[in-house]
């Protein structure tokens, strides 16, 4: 039962995570290598509160507000034109981001910090599975209600339209860095509040599990496969890159790890430039009907 | 954050003129491709820039919709200069182009593609909608709403790029080359809607290479030749 329950948890955690990064990868055509920054910042926000004896709840709202920060600050500074100076500036956030929490005493030991026993509702913690079985799921709905919104109000419009003709987009007003910017920091809060439920859930944190640069090239793989055709597709995806994570060491160490990193950074790069749609678009979507629009 | 332009409380300095080009100058790589333009448009009208293919255009529509920087020059549009802003605060004003190629949304239905253009006034989904319904239903294109956008004929393209154009709500419309790639039969169409922009009290300029590629008979008439304004602005006559 537990197992079932671990592998929940797991499947709905990343599916929530590659929904959020599906907004910039797919929507909005930004690559980003930064959701493990945020993802960390979440949990290490929880790590500090349980720390210093705080609430991790308030931990995860801090922890998502200054992934909102973090966010808005580079999307503000480097997010204009088509976007490869952000790229640039999240693969280095990145790679730095894992160095600099092991480096930094006032976010717990070093390598891992295991979180102290404090079971209860208000400390984030349960003594049975099925609570964080639940709160991934909500966290989940949150992520894909969110795109569904996306996808019928002013933003999802523009970034439709700017992905699809860009120059004709423009003529028709449609400035291009808010829609943007939106999705970043509201993808960049998600993820944070997904790092602080995980590492609730794993009653801990550590570098290398949260900031891991090859976690942020994974949540930024899937949200690009999934592309923005289909709702769900991101999802879908994301469940079963937990469901292979959880049953194989998709990173393993050493020459090999770096092998599959290099690997992963060129798929990344190839999709984005070849596939901007995703690898979803052979399947048989409906070209979406506005609810908008009632019958005649 | 950028704030519309609400024309109605500018001071309309200008008498009976919407948009005044004076002396424009552009250059696209290296070349000077406009050495003097002139163009005064009257509110309410519909002006005609005629010109052989290269005359420059597109580039002075560019120019005023702010996607093409120009050198020197002044355009003014009710007395407020568009030169060195942005593209998408001059479309807020009301300044909006139409491109030969089209603007066309290819994977959209065509009631999306013009809710793009209606939500440049409101965030509202309900008043979009209504603003976009509007639109399609002056252009003829309601019983097309669901239609993918890439599966219009050439026709209902071109009314498709004046629906998502007339969702934005504009005070000047640049129509170019709008009937470009039609026959005849499909320019007298396009005519037919072109002409309803006008009757709604909209402004236009129609870029074209000469009267006959111009969908609707224009009041008045600017010539332009490599980058040059040619003469004085011609009235249309009934012998067109």
Redesign the interface.
Known sequence: MDFAADIGILVFVFAALAVASSWLGAYARIVSFAPAVFFGIGGYAVAVSNLRGGSPWYGALGGGLAAVLLAAICGLLFLRGRGVTFTAVTLALGALAEPFAAAKAWLGPGDVFAFPHRIGFLNLQFAAKWPYLLLALCVFGVAQALTFGLRETRPGFYLHALRTNFGAAQDLGVEALPPRLLVLVVSAFVTSVTGSLFAEYALGVSPHALLALPLGADIALIGLIAGPRWPWGAAVAGAVYALLAHLLPLHPDGIAGAVVLGAEALAIVLIAVLRPDGLFTALPVRARRSPMESPA | M?RALNVDKLRLDMGEYILSVQNLRARRVGRRLLDGVDLDVRRGSCTALIGPAGAGKSLVFACI?G?AKSESGRIRYFGYELRGRA??RI??TGV????PA????????V???V???A??RT?L??R??AKAREALALTGLSAA??V?ADALDALDRKRLDLA??LA?QPQLLLLDDPAAGLSGDERVALGGVVGALSDRGITLVVAARGLDACPIRPGEIVEIERGITAGSPRYATANL
Request: hydrophobic share 45%; charged share 15%; aromatic share 6%.
């Open positions: 950028i919709v996607a593209q998408t479309a807020r909006i182009r139409t491109q089209g603007a066309t949304f290819g994977d959209m239905t009631l999306d593609s809710l793009v253009g939500f440049l965030s989904p309900a979009a909608r709403a669901q993918r998502c154009a934005t």
